[in-house]
């Protein structure tokens, strides 16, 4: 335990965080006004402790209808991936094809088509 009382191992499930952010993004969609500087308090309290692995906090999370209609939804499936993770776990483990598909999705035209999407050979760039 931490002076505060909190179990020092403690790591906030990313799911309830997330729920809990969606809870709060729909009072400000049904109109509530809640200043900007409080809605940014809330979004930092929510996803407080939030792990590295877990990946980023998202400020916006689609509905199950938007999502399923998204280019993302369909890509996952026109690769015959059974969902986002399986697509998430493709990209970076082959990068090179997971460009070309997304660029084949979207109907990127190059007046020269190149020979390669992506050049890895000196490794990914940090990210930061």
Known sequence: ???GGQDINYR?????????????????RAGEDIPFAEQWNAFRDIYAGRAAEDGPPPAWIPGE?????????RLTAELGLPDYQ??????LEDRDGFWAAVIERLGIVFET???KTADFSAGCPARG
Request: no cysteine; hydrophobic share 30%.
């Open 1 to 3: 335990m931490n002076q």
């Open 12 to 28: 906030p499930d990313p799911r309830d965080q997330e729920r809990q952010w969606l809870s709060f993004a729909q009072r400000v």
């Open 65 to 73: 209808e938007q999502a399923a209609n998204s280019n993302l939804d």
């Open 86 to 91: 399986a697509l998430h776990r493709w990209s």
């Open 113 to 115: 088509p190149p020979e």
